[in-house]
Each structure stands twice: as structure tokens, then as C-alpha cells.
Nanobody, 115 residues
Framework: QVQLVESGGGLVQAGGSLRLSCAVSGSTFSTSAFGWYRRYPGKQREWVGTITTESTTTYTGSVKGRFTISRDNAKNTVTLQMNNLQPEDTAVYYC?????????WGQGTQVTVSS
């Protein structure tokens, strides 16, 4: 079973940057795709972006040009680099892995952006 632990969240001012990391435990890292999601209080979790096993990335329109997802197969980590953060980016961010048959979730990390 895969276990994911997010880290790197915190409080920043608008225009600042944060780098979130997702540490993945298990033997399926190289054959898994990963996604980043975020949840606003009282709202449904929404998709932020994905990275495939071939390192192809896709992002939701609101973060294009600001967020970058990368993966390191040697270190079993997935990174979400967030630049030019805005107050509307405030949310709990989750890392998720998925294969053909299963999906796993991390515990989430809080990102708060002040104006």
C-alpha cells in the first residue's frame, strides 16, 4: 500500500511562493501518476494538476503559469511549486497517487495566503 505525506504548507503574503512536497512510501512510485488537489472550507475538493508516469503535467486554468508539478522517481517525492500565490489559493492541499486500480491520499497541508 502507498502512503503519502504532504509538507511545506504555511502562511505567505500575496505574491509569495511555497513549495509543497509529497513523500511517498511504497513500491509503486514509478508506475503511479500523481495529482494535487485542494479543498476550501465547506467545499468539495477540486483538482489542481496532475503528473503522469512520463512526467507530463496538466493544470487547472486558474494555476497555469504559476504552479509547477514535478516528480523525482529516485527520491519518491512529488513537488508542487506555487508562485505568485493569491488569497484565493488558500486551501488545504492534498497529494494523491493513482494506478489502474487504486487511489491513495495524503493527510493534506494548509496553505494560507494573506492580502
Amino acid at each position: 500500500q502507498v502512503q503519502l505525506v504532504e509538507s511545506g504548507g504555511g502562511l505567505v503574503q500575496a505574491g509569495g511562493s511555497l513549495r509543497l512536497s509529497c513523500a511517498v512510501s511504497g513500491s509503486t512510485f514509478s508506475t503511479s501518476a500523481f495529482g494535487w488537489y485542494r479543498r476550501y472550507p465547506g467545499k468539495q475538493r477540486e483538482w489542481v494538476g496532475t503528473i503522469t508516469t512520463e512526467s507530463t503535467t496538466t493544470y487547472t486554468g486558474s494555476v497555469k503559469g504559476r504552479f509547477t508539478i514535478s516528480r523525482d522517481n529516485a527520491k519518491n517525492t512529488v513537488t508542487l511549486q506555487m508562485n505568485n500565490l493569491q488569497p484565493e489559493d488558500t486551501a488545504v492541499y492534498y497529494c494523491s497517487s493513482f494506478t489502474a486500480t487504486r487511489q491513495y491520499w495524503g493527510q493534506g497541508t494548509q496553505v494560507t495566503v494573506s492580502s
